[in-house]
């Protein structure tokens, strides 16, 4: 079956640090890849999608990167946070088809 | 320009009655619309989809209902149980060439199910 996997499941960081948020597929094969944040009382906003290995799609300017160095590993970076990176950090994919398919979340504060 | 819209922030219904989740959107070329359910601290999962083809499907206690000429649509849940508490996305996909499939989610609906 496929399976998603995000980590850290928590993460505070100070404003100017890194980051480096994982996401993982199981069981398939050359799935699409997604990055959502949804902030605090606000709906999910598409950050970034990848239709396949170093292909990424930057969907709004910001602070934030993504990588995709495997067929099925997704990677949310910066170099320096700001307080307006915290939120909740969702992963996704989707295969031949228009579902996606969300992972647990990383929820990041940025103090 | 905020393609697809949920406008009502928040819902709340007794237990056992119908529950109904409306959604409205502005882009005629979307081909798919979907419904997520939300737990807090929780990825969303997918309830329900339809295609613009179909004004109608049904899944157990969920149903959703497109109605094109509006550009909207409803999800229903009959009966309403506590567990259905949660905050609820419409979606919406057109497929914009090759293979990347992006889903446009509205502001979701806290939907909280009174006992």
């Known amino acids: 079956s496929q399976t998603i996997h995000q980590w850290p499941a928590t993460l505070v960081q100070p404003v100017g640090s890194p980051l480096s948020l994982e996401c993982t597929v199981e069981?398939?094969?050359?799935?699409?890849l997604y990055w959502y944040r949804q902030a605090a009382g606000r709906g999910l906003q598409l950050l970034f999608y990848?239709?396949?290995?170093?292909?990424i799609s930057s969907e709004v300017p910001q602070n934030l990167s993504a990588s995709r160095p495997q067929d099925r590993q997704f990677i949310l970076s910066s170099k320096k946070l700001l307080l307006s990176d915290s939120g909740f950090y969702l992963c996704?994919?989707?295969?031949?088809?228009?579902?996606?398919?969300f992972g647990p979340g990383t929820r990041l504060t940025v103090t | 320009d905020q393609q697809v819209k949920q406008n009502s922030p928040s819902l709340s219904v007794q237990e056992g009655r119908i529950s109904i989740l409306n959604c409205d959107y502005t882009?005629?070329?979307?081909?798919?619309f979907l419904w997520y359910k939300k737990y807090p601290a929780e990825g969303p999962t997918f309830l329900i989809s339809?295609?613009?083809?179909?004004d109608k499907n049904e899944d157990g206690r969920f149903t959703v209902f497109l109605n094109k000429s509006a550009k909207h649509l409803s999800l229903h849940i009959v009966p309403s149980q506590p567990g259905d508490s949660a905050v609820y996305f419409c979606?919406?996909?057109?497929?914009?060439?090759?293979?990347?499939?992006?889903?446009?989610f509205g502001k979701g609906t806290l939907l909280t199910v009174n006992p």
């Open positions: 996704a994919f989707s295969g031949s088809s228009y579902e996606q398919y």
């Open positions: 069981g398939t094969s050359n799935p699409n």
């Open positions: 990848s239709v396949g290995i170093g292909q």
């Open positions: 882009n005629s070329m979307f081909d798919y």
């Open positions: 339809i295609s613009s083809i179909k």
């Open positions: 979606a919406a996909f057109f497929r914009s060439g090759g293979s990347n499939y992006k889903l446009t």
